[in-house]
């Protein structure tokens, strides 16, 4: 059996389109939605995202600004242009690119940007709508992953959801989603016993794990829908996930390739939170 492939490209086409029209709706009534984006220091991986979104921006008729400091910024500055842009009532998303240089502290930064333009849903307030089951802007990357799913009609209530990953970008916040869909959800991580014993019991796995096909066929349960979050550069150039998609699609029922899965799929669901908080700003 191969699995069935969930296209990030066709899915994210599809809402995008849906998006421009809001857009063009919103900018017909003097209010264009903006993202302000701003990236520190020169990690390569972070320049191709920004460029990625700020691209994703103009071709959705979302206005996008871009801020862009040396590695050696004071953090004293780019707490000052997010004061800055948290005032301007025709900035409605803001967004800081991580990871952040090693002088900045992470958390002073992400809840210096006004709730209600925490378009990457990364502020403390956020988070805890979230896990109330409040309103909340939800992290791109894990609610792209419950879109995905959505797309598929996968049965997400009773389902054994398996997540490899805790971060505060994808693990915690996907497993969030997955037990508010009704789930049974296990997080699993480095410090995890007995990790294929986890793997194939899930009907939904998702691999966030940062590791190079790192997840492979003998350890996905036949028939699961597997969720492949990383992004990783090969030696030779080439981008791979943390699923050895060759032998897990043998195994899998459904998959998300790398790339065209979920990495399109995060930069559309940016756009949407841009756009509902431009939506937002008119009420
Ligand atoms: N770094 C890796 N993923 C993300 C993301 O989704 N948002 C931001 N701001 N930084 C990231």
Redesign the pocket.
């Known amino acids: 059996m191969t699995a069935r492939i969930i296209d990030g490209n066709a899915l994210s086409a599809k809402l995008r389109g849906e998006l421009a029209a809001k857009a063009a709706e919103l900018t017909a009534k003097g209010t264009q939605p903006c993202l302000a984006v701003i990236l520190v220091g020169g990690d390569p991986a972070?320049a191709v995202?920004v460029r990625n979104k700020v691209a994703g921006c103009e071709k959705a008729g979302i206005k996008s600004l871009k801020f862009e400091y040396p590695q050696d910024a004071a953090p004293a500055d780019v707490l000052g242009k997010i004061a800055e842009l948290n005032a301007d009532p025709s900035v409605h998303g803001i967004?800081?690119?991580?990871?952040l240089p090693k002088q900045f502290d992470e958390k002073e930064v992400l809840e210096a940007i006004a709730v209600e333009k925490d378009v990457?849903g990364?502020h403390a307030e956020n988070v805890g709508r979230l896990s109330q089951g409040q309103e909340a802007f939800v992290?791109?990357?894990p609610n792209g992953v419950m879109e995905m799913l959505k797309s598929i009609e996968m049965p997400l209530r009773g389902a054994e959801a398996v997540v490899i990953g805790r971060s505060n970008?994808v693990g915690k916040p996907m497993a969030m989603l997955l037990t508010a869909a009704g789930a049974t959800v296990t997080v699993c991580h480095s410090g995890t016993r007995d990790l294929n014993f986890h793997t194939r019991r899930a009907d939904i796995l998702v691999a966030a794990i940062g590791k190079p096909k790192f997840v492979t066929g003998d350890m996905v349960k036949p028939g699961a829908t597997v969720i492949d979050v990383g992004i990783n550069r090969l030696p030779d150039g080439k981008l791979c996930g943390d699923v050895d998609f060759e032998s897990a699609k043998e195994v899998a029922g459904a998959i998300t390739p790398v790339p065209g899965g979920v990495g399109p799929m995060?930069i559309t669901m940016?756009l949407v939170n841009t756009v509902v908080s431009a939506e937002r700003s008119l009420a």
């Not at 967004?95 to 990871?99: A, C, G, I, M, T």
């Open positions: 972070s995202y967004l800081v690119q991580l990871p990457d990364f992290p791109c990357t970008i995060t940016l």
